[in-house]
């Protein structure tokens, strides 16, 4: 995608100014991959991560506490000098960041900007697919995520909108980020897990696999393994960074007001982490999901 070509992601966002801080928020550890690509493509500017671990996972709770636990976490990083925040979170991208950018941003920040993964990941999955209407008949995506993003309908909603003939087929993985979550990514089981959920899929014949959760990008090779060479996986934890860098190419005016390179470490910014519950595991499989060893501090939201 060249810089002057126009992205979804322009148009589900008020236009807003942001400066200081890129905020990025998720209710666990999955958000921190997002993270790390974000630093590796961007590296100069001036991070603040936070997880909202205390109350995670989100997959199974109402739109309406997810909206409320949302707010409270956009609430924390505005004052905490973001100007514009990536919900790095799939369940919160689908309940609560239309009403976020619909309702709260104008009424309480309406200087600020707040983006999410679902629909970077959407346009991914479009350009990606491979199936041919003329051929093999219509393009076939699977989805799948937490309950939570199943079943709000946000992926059919966001997919149609690109191609109204494309087949999609989702299935809710309950038990992926309690997995993670656990540190149990590597248990034996989990290969067992991962079959159950994605043969439905399979026998669809679906050539393109959404991850839904920014969690799952730790199972990719796994899910590689299992659904072949020939299905196409779009991870988020790749294409966010690539989504926002071309974001800033095309809105020069947000870019420029982000601080860059203002930390210790030459080449590259300042990036704070925070924790709803700051526990030895945050810091364990925290720095395991970054890919380099973090320190964080402990809020309440």
């Given at each position: 995608?060249?810089?002057?070509?126009?992205?979804?992601?322009?148009?589900?966002?008020?236009?807003?100014?942001?400066?200081?801080?890129?905020?990025?928020?998720?209710?666990?550890?999955?958000?921190?991959?997002?993270?790390?690509?974000?630093?590796?493509?961007?590296?100069?500017?001036?991070?603040?991560?936070?997880?909202?671990?205390?109350?995670?996972?989100?997959?199974?709770?109402?739109?309406?506490?997810?909206?409320?636990?949302?707010?409270?976490?956009?609430?924390?990083?505005?004052k905490n000098n973001c100007e514009i925040i990536i919900i790095a979170c799939n369940t919160a991208s689908s309940d609560a960041?239309?009403?976020?950018?619909?309702?709260?941003?104008?009424?309480?920040?309406?200087?600020?900007?707040?983006?999410?993964?679902?629909?970077?990941?959407?346009?991914?999955?479009?350009?990606?697919?491979?199936?041919q209407l003329s051929a093999t008949g219509p393009k076939k995506i699977g989805v799948i995520a937490t309950e939570g993003t199943?079943?709000?309908?946000?992926?059919?909603?966001?997919?149609?909108?690109?191609?109204?003939?494309?087949?999609?087929?989702?299935?809710?993985?309950?038990?992926?980020?309690?997995?993670?979550?656990?540190?149990?990514?590597?248990?034996?089981?989990?290969?067992?897990?991962?079959?159950?959920?994605?043969?439905?899929?399979?026998?669809?014949?679906?050539?393109?696999?959404?991850?839904?959760?920014?969690?799952?990008?730790?199972?990719?090779?796994?899910?590689?393994?299992?659904?072949?060479?020939?299905?196409?996986?779009?991870?988020?934890?790749?294409?966010?960074?690539?989504?926002?860098?071309?974001?800033?190419?095309?809105?020069?005016?947000?870019?420029?007001?982000?601080?860059?390179?203002?930390?210790?470490?030459?080449?590259?910014?300042?990036?704070?982490?925070?924790?709803?519950?700051?526990?030895?595991?945050?810091?364990?499989?925290?720095?395991?999901?970054?890919?380099?060893?973090?320190?964080?501090?402990?809020?309440?939201?």
């Open positions: 995608m060249n810089k002057n070509t126009t992205s979804n992601w322009d148009k589900q966002t008020t236009g807003l100014t942001p400066q200081n801080s890129i905020g990025v928020f998720d209710s666990g550890f999955g958000g921190l991959t997002i993270l790390r690509g974000l630093v590796k493509e961007l590296p100069l500017y001036n991070y603040l991560y936070l997880g909202d671990t205390a109350r995670a996972p989100y997959g199974n709770r109402s739109p309406e506490i997810i909206y409320d636990f949302t707010k409270q976490a956009v609430d924390f990083m505005f960041l239309r009403r976020i950018q619909k309702e709260y941003l104008p009424k309480y920040y309406p200087d600020k900007k707040v983006l999410g993964v679902l629909i970077p990941a959407a346009e991914e999955a479009i350009i990606k697919t491979k199936s199943i079943f709000s309908g946000a992926f059919i909603r966001e997919l149609k909108k690109l191609d109204s003939k494309v087949k999609i087929f989702q299935n809710a993985c309950p038990l992926l980020v309690p997995i993670i979550e656990a540190g149990e990514q590597n248990s034996p089981a989990v290969k067992i897990i991962l079959e159950n959920y994605l043969k439905p899929l399979e026998k669809k014949g679906i050539d393109t696999l959404i991850l839904g959760c920014t969690h799952y990008g730790i199972f990719e090779n796994q899910i590689k393994k299992i659904v072949g060479p020939n299905v196409n996986i779009i991870s988020e934890t790749k294409i966010i960074s690539k989504k926002l860098k071309n974001y800033f190419e095309r809105h020069p005016e947000i870019e420029k007001k982000i601080s860059r390179n203002s930390g210790v470490k030459l080449g590259q910014g300042i990036i704070n982490f925070y924790s709803t519950d700051l526990t030895k595991k945050f810091i364990l499989l925290g720095s395991k999901f970054f890919g380099k060893k973090i320190t964080a501090k402990k809020i309440s939201l």
